[in-house]
């Protein structure tokens, strides 16, 4: 008689849930997305409400409170992939992270300045994105590596994360403010205009119909979130899981530095099917 194999044990998708971090709510719009790519997976939110926004932070002490962060977060919801859904954070500590935490896969936000030199016609691109990404080099050797033959504006925008932070909790944005800040991106030179604009803040695509709005004329605007979630997509194991529905389900949580985020904040991540929680760790 043959021995019977030992049967392989099942992993869950609650066990080990995607992390997303953001510097707010911003990150939200990879949410959504990865929810249609992965709506098996379980996902944990992670708002550093406490530290928005990060454009006011010098760089050393950001990169310190990030790494700090996640050392907990990690310890706490032992993520199988973190995704960092923040331009900001991503051109300044991914490196640090992945060397602090090596058996955590990171996804990273970086500006999508390759598609938008593959797609523009004018090779006129502007990159609309907040002060700490715009003044990174990281930043300049993409645009040197994908777009060396156009070019590219630098917009860094001071207002629009909150802008954005205000209009997704209480439904309306000052669109006087909206185009004041994405007039920069709009240049006409020789008979060509301005075709492309990179959002290279994840909070950004949540104006992006006030955007479309008050615009001077029609322009693609790159909104790099799709993409993310792809990545990520593509990073996890790919096994024969239980769909969550069969199982004995966790809900997908947000998580808040703050630990007191506001009523409507609160509402926010509801509609996007997430439970505020509380987390010892932050």
């Excluded at 207002?159 to 000052?174: I, Q």
Aim: aromatic residues 8%; glycine residues 4%; charged residues 25%.
């Amino acid at each position: 008689m043959q021995p019977t194999a030992p049967k392989a044990e099942s992993v869950t998708v609650s066990e080990r849930p995607v992390l997303l971090f953001d510097s707010g709510v911003g990150g939200l719009t990879v949410l959504r997305e990865a929810r249609v790519l992965m709506p098996d997976r379980r996902f944990v939110y992670v708002a550093d409400d406490a530290g928005f926004p990060y454009g006011d932070w010098e760089e050393a002490a950001l990169r310190a409170r990030i790494v700090e962060l996640f050392s907990r977060l990690i310890a706490e919801h032992d993520p199988e992939i973190a995704v960092i859904a923040c331009t900001t954070a991503s051109t300044l500590v991914l490196a640090d992270l992945r060397a602090a935490f090596p058996d955590t896969p990171f996804v990273g936000t970086v500006p999508a300045i390759k598609p938008a030199a593959e797609r523009t016609r004018s090779r006129l691109v502007s990159v609309l994105a907040t002060p700490g990404t715009v003044k990174r080099q990281y930043t300049r050797d993409l645009i040197h590596e994908w777009a060396a033959k156009c070019h590219v504006r630098l917009v860094g925008s001071v207002r629009l994360a909150a802008l954005a932070e205000t209009y997704m909790r209480e439904g309306f944005v000052d669109e006087e403010a909206v185009r004041a800040e994405i007039g920069p991106c709009f240049m006409e030179e020789g008979g060509r205009r301005t075709d492309i604009v990179v959002l290279a803040c994840t909070h950004y695509p949540f104006l992006v119909n006030r955007m479309r709005k008050t615009a001077p004329w029609p322009v693609d605007w790159i909104d790099p979130a799709e993409a993310i979630a792809r990545r990520a997509l593509s990073l996890l194991a790919q096994d024969d899981r239980p769909r969550r529905d069969a199982l004995s389900e966790q809900p997908d949580i947000a998580v808040f530095t703050s630990q007191s985020p506001a009523p409507s904040v609160v509402k926010l991540v509801r509609g996007f099917g997430l439970q505020a929680a509380t987390s010892s760790t932050v």
